[in-house]
């Protein structure tokens, strides 16, 4: 029950219907199952701050944070108090996915700020959209915002490298294209610029730009064996302007000249056929 007087919607959908919403809620707001769901529930608060209690424990959901409670664990959830809590949620039947997260009563991912918060609160929207819509594969479109929004979480809490690096490895797959100045890049990730390139190179093992520069020999690499682009034109697709230092990096990577390099995977493809 709800004493924001909100009705407990999962009571209504026992049959497994993926649904969803968007709530602005109060500090009065909380929904108590003493007996679990039979289904899972899954959060992303937008502004202010969420709990999520289990016989384990409490734990926050804040801005930016992805929550999940898992199926048939008793569970109160609501706003916490002198807060408010705007949140998306879906209940949904089990995913694959999820066995990518840790094996808790509750879990509680944070999104880190930009691009990914962006790419969730999209997924979210999506959900509510094709859920209330029901056209043409709408169920499975759904879940496939569900799995994404899943494997982000479970993503950030597999984290290998210190976060502000994680930020600083999507910048640069992001902008590989581009010129990539160092300062711009420390700047986005709120370090100055000799502790990112000491940080960087003691997380990674290389420097800033000797990542970014095996970023872009893959991608061009790919973008020959399979796309059909000439070394040249490749070169340029990633970012390189001085085609021989490209040529170079390239040769030192692959061991082959990039010309080369294209000539065999053509061969190859060619004997495929």
């Keep these: 029950m709800s004493n924001s007087g909100r009705h407990d ?111 969730v609160q999209h997924a979210f929207q999506h959900i509510l959209s094709d859920s209330r819509e029901r056209s043409s594969f709408w169920h499975t479109l759904c879940e496939n915002s569900l799995r994404e929004v899943i494997l982000l979480a479970a993503q950030q809490m597999d984290q290998r490298f210190d976060p502000r690096i994680e930020l600083a490895l999507r910048y640069l797959s992001r902008h590989m294209n581009s010129v990539v100045r160092i300062e711009e890049l420390a700047k986005e990730v709120g370090l100055s610029v000799s502790r990112l390139s000491h940080l960087f190179k003691k997380e990674t093992g290389e420097s800033v730009l000797e990542h970014l520069n095996r970023l872009r020999l893959r991608q061009a690499a790919l973008l020959m064996s399979h796309m059909g682009r000439t070394a040249t034109e490749a070169a340029l697709d990633v970012g390189f302007n001085n085609y021989n230092h490209f040529a170079a990096l390239f040769r030192q990577m692959y061991g082959s000249s990039p010309r080369a390099y294209k000539k065999e995977k053509g061969m190859s493809q060619s004997s495929l056929t």
């Excluded at 919403?21 to 959060?43: K, N, P, Q, T, V």
């Excluded at 199926?71 to 949620?89: A, L, M, Q, R």
Aim: proline share 4%; with cysteine.
């Design 9 to 119: 919607h999962a009571n209504e959908y026992s049959d497994g219907t993926l649904f969803g919403g968007h709530f602005d809620e109060s500090d009065s707001y909380r929904i108590r199952r003493a007996h679990g769901m039979s289904d899972w529930l899954i959060f992303y608060t937008m502004e202010g701050t969420g709990y999520l209690r289990t016989a384990a424990g409490e734990k926050r959901c804040k801005a930016g944070q992805i929550g999940l409670l898992r199926s048939g664990i008793p569970h109160e959830y609501g706003t916490v108090s002198g807060c408010c809590w705007n949140f998306y949620w879906v209940h949904f039947q089990k995913l694959p996915e999820i066995d990518y997260l840790p094996n808790e009563e509750s879990i509680v991912a944070t999104i880190p700020e930009g691009n990914l918060q962006s790419r």
